[in-house]
């Protein structure tokens, strides 16, 4: 996958984090997550643009160190809708998919990076 390709999937996948803030119920509860889902899940994509033209090599491992803490911060706001039943699994369950397939790619790119960061001192 390129990092255009990745851009463009992470895009998406702040825009289906979007949607689906939008359906959350408008109860106390479903702001409070609403506000956080939000935040992180939106923060993948904003934060892969930063790490693609991170200055150093240091600085991209940094940088996706962040990516993959708010992939898995998405992950447990998205597992809470699911296990409170905010909203029915059905609707929450593809986005979930994506969150976890998210954090594998930025987990085996931090290892790759930290590795190739290794490999040059």
Same mark, same amino acid.
């Given at each position: 996958? /390129?990092?255009?390709?990745?851009?463009? %999937?992470?895009?998406?996948?702040? !825009?289906?984090?979007? %949607?689906?803030?939008?359906?959350?119920?408008? *109860? $106390?509860?479903?702001?409070?997550?609403?506000?956080?889902?939000? %935040?992180?899940? /939106?923060?993948?994509?904003?934060?892969? +643009?930063?790490?693609?033209?991170? +200055? &150093?090599?240091?600085?991209?491992?940094?940088? $996706?160190?962040? $990516?993959?803490?708010?992939?898995?911060? *998405?992950?447990?706001?998205?597992?809470?809708?699911?296990?409170?039943?905010?909203?029915?699994?059905? +609707?929450?369950?593809? !986005?979930?998919?994506?969150? /976890?397939?998210?954090?594998?790619?930025?987990?085996?790119? %931090?290892k790759s990076? &930290? &590795?190739n960061l290794?490999?040059?001192?």
């Amino acid at each position: 996958m /390129t990092s255009d390709e990745l851009k463009l %999937r992470t895009k998406q996948f702040a !825009l289906r984090v979007i %949607r689906l803030v939008g359906a959350l119920p408008k *109860t $106390i509860e479903g702001r409070a997550i609403a506000n956080q889902l939000v %935040r992180c899940g /939106t923060s993948v994509a904003a934060n892969y +643009r930063a790490a693609c033209r991170a +200055r &150093s090599r240091s600085e991209f491992v940094a940088k $996706i160190g962040v $990516i993959l803490e708010e992939a898995d911060e *998405t992950q447990l706001w998205l597992e809470l809708i699911i296990e409170s039943k905010l909203l029915p699994l059905k +609707r929450v369950e593809p !986005l979930l998919g994506e969150a /976890t397939e998210l954090v594998a790619i930025f987990v085996a790119s %931090r290892k790759s990076a &930290s &590795s190739n960061l290794k490999s040059t001192i």
